[in-house]
């Protein structure tokens, strides 16, 4: 049960995305249709909040735990960033799911996301397996 804080926020998160119906395969289709403005709040609400809560880190110094300091450190844009954004919106249009709520979709009942989900581990794993091939 040492593990069990982190199932209770995972839990409390899957709640939080059926809630908020960012699990929802219309809501995310009226997005990438340009119907609808819930998706772009939310996932601007989280921009926000990650700009703010990096901001508050270095402002504040705050450490981990055990005091060591935290460090953010520069990524390089390249290619790569392109392709890999290109292949992830294209399957998050295609699927209507991207990473995050996926274990709440099938946690929800959606057992045809396994699919989505299979391939997503798959991708990482071809990822892990191929990475000093592709560009960076």
Do not use: D
């Amino acid at each position: 049960m040492k593990n069990g804080k982190y199932l209770f926020i995972g839990m409390l998160f899957g709640i939080i995305l059926v809630k908020s119906e960012v699990i929802s395969w219309f809501r995310i289709q009226e997005m990438f249709r340009l119907q609808s403005f819930h998706m772009y709040g939310v996932i601007g609400s989280a921009v926000a909040t990650g700009i703010l809560g990096v901001w508050l880190l270095r402002k504040l110094g705050i450490r981990t735990l055990s005091g060591e300091p935290i460090i953010i450190p520069k990524k390089p844009f390249t290619k790569g960033n392109i392709y890999g954004g290109l292949i992830f919106g294209l399957g998050w249009a295609i699927t209507g799911a991207c990473p995050g709520p996926l274990f709440a979709q099938v946690g929800s009942g959606f057992t045809v996301v396994l699919v989505t989900l299979l391939s997503a581990i798959a991708g990482t794993w071809a990822y892990g397996r191929w990475q000093e091939k592709l560009p960076h």
